[in-house]
């Protein structure tokens, strides 16, 4: 099969390799579209040592099941297999596995490929009426999903249902939709970028700004640099909440003093458990996320020009979406 190796520093290959074995209870999927995520950029730039080359990298995907009784079954791919019978699982709390793989990490090949093999428990039957490219959305969806649920089941009752969100990529923007469709109605995107805040404004008919000096009773950090962590600690109300989702780097940024002193509560979330992410793609289906028509759709044979364009910060929209057969 093709695939999209990560082979060194901001080095990608296009080129042939083994394909994946099907493990018993695993399907063989043929991917349709595949997402770049901010994961595979933190693995390209040398920033992820979990993620060590050569590697095929990508979890953001969505196919076909090929062979066997399922053969045909449009499907989206929990990427995140866990045991199923620790604590964490029986709990429904699955992204806490200490078994947890996901792939695009060893031992688990990524899905920028033709083809992966995934667990039954890890797929999810795609509606005939939704693009296998939109239904690709649900990994970075669900995680903000995941997010967005955190933080508004720890807000208090007594506080305003207002949200700020730090960064307009995919998963900023996918925080804003996902507390939009939790019923916060007034949520403020803060990005930089001008060319990507033009396109959340005018593309997905989000509220934008550069900047903002308006605090909020709920912040979600989606980028998690310590310039944003800052920020998510000044903009946060007294009693509010931060819920922090990025990866940007390690440490560095947040007011802890001040989040001690007004009582504010920060929460790390990770991924979403098996729920969240059913609940996310069943919101794709029923349209409670909007037309998700804000991907920009490439060539896997492209993919490393794809890298290096989001590496030099020339691309507008939020998510790009990979075709492996192109």
């Given at each position: 099969?093709?695939?999209?190796?990560?082979?060194?520093?901001?080095?990608?290959?296009?080129?042939?390799?083994?394909?994946?074995?099907?493990?018993?209870?695993?399907?063989?999927?043929?991917?349709?579209?595949?997402?770049?995520?901010?994961?595979?950029?933190?693995?390209?730039?040398?920033?992820?040592?979990?993620?060590?080359?050569?590697?095929i990298?990508?979890?953001?995907?969505?196919?076909?099941i090929?062979?066997?009784?399922?053969?045909?079954?449009?499907?989206?791919?929990?990427?995140?297999?866990?045991?199923?019978?620790?604590?964490?699982?029986?709990?429904?709390?699955?992204?806490?596995?200490?078994?947890?793989?996901?792939?695009?990490?060893?031992?688990?090949?990524?899905?920028?490929?033709?083809?992966?093999?995934?667990?039954?428990s890890?797929?999810?039957t795609?509606?005939?009426?939704v693009?296998?490219?939109?239904?690709?959305?649900?990994?970075?969806?669900?995680?903000?999903?995941?997010?967005?649920?955190?933080?508004?089941?720890?807000?208090?009752?007594?506080?305003?249902?207002?949200?700020?969100?730090?960064?307009?990529?995919?998963?900023?923007?996918?925080?804003?939709?996902?507390?939009?469709?939790?019923?916060v109605?007034?949520?403020?995107?803060?990005?930089?970028?001008?060319?990507?805040?033009?396109?959340?404004?005018?593309?997905?008919?989000?509220?934008?700004?550069?900047?903002?000096?308006?605090?909020?009773?709920?912040?979600?950090?989606?980028?998690?640099?310590?310039?944003?962590?800052?920020?998510?600690?000044?903009?946060?109300?007294?009693?509010?909440?931060?819920?922090?989702?990025?990866?940007?780097?390690?440490?560095?940024?947040?007011?802890?003093?001040?989040?001690t002193?007004?009582?504010?509560?920060?929460?790390?979330?990770?991924?979403?458990?098996?729920?969240?992410?059913?609940?996310?793609?069943?919101?794709?289906?029923?349209?409670?996320?909007?037309?998700?028509?804000?991907?920009?759709?490439?060539?896997?044979s492209?993919?490393?020009?794809?890298?290096?364009?989001?590496?030099?910060?020339?691309?507008?929209?939020?998510?790009?979406?990979?075709?492996?057969?192109?």
């Open positions: 099969m093709k695939a999209l190796i990560y082979e060194g520093v901001e080095t990608l290959a296009y080129r042939d390799t083994t394909g994946p074995i099907s493990n018993v209870g695993e399907h063989l999927v043929r991917v349709a579209a595949v997402g770049i995520c901010g994961s595979d950029m933190h693995a390209y730039l040398g920033h992820d040592a979990r993620r060590p080359a050569p590697l990298l990508g979890h953001e995907a969505a196919g076909v090929e062979g066997g009784p399922q053969s045909g079954r449009r499907v989206t791919i929990n990427p995140l297999v866990n045991c199923g019978v620790c604590a964490a699982c029986v709990a429904g709390r699955e992204n806490l596995c200490t078994e947890r793989q996901i792939i695009s990490m060893p031992p688990r090949e990524g899905a920028f490929a033709q083809y992966v093999s995934m667990p039954e890890n797929l999810v795609v509606p005939a009426s693009p296998l490219n939109k239904a690709a959305l649900a990994e970075p969806l669900a995680v903000s999903w995941h997010a967005a649920r955190l933080a508004l089941e720890a807000l208090h009752p007594s506080m305003e249902r207002r949200a700020i969100v730090i960064g307009g990529g995919a998963i900023g923007l996918a925080a804003a939709l996902a507390l939009q469709a939790m019923g109605e007034s949520v403020t995107i803060v990005e930089p970028n001008d060319s990507r805040r033009a396109f959340l404004r005018e593309r997905c008919g989000q509220t934008a700004e550069t900047v903002t000096r308006h605090p909020a009773p709920l912040v979600i950090d989606a980028v998690g640099y310590a310039k944003t962590r800052e920020l998510a600690s000044a903009l946060a109300e007294p009693g509010g909440v931060i819920a922090h989702v990025g990866l940007g780097e390690d440490t560095g940024g947040l007011d802890v003093r001040r989040l002193l007004q009582e504010i509560t920060f929460i790390g979330t990770y991924t979403y458990t098996a729920q969240d992410f059913r609940d996310t793609a069943q919101a794709i289906f029923d349209d409670k996320l909007g037309d998700l028509n804000w991907i920009e759709e490439r060539p896997l492209q993919g490393a020009q794809a890298f290096r364009d989001l590496r030099q910060g020339i691309v507008a929209a939020p998510k790009i979406v990979l075709d492996p057969w192109n």
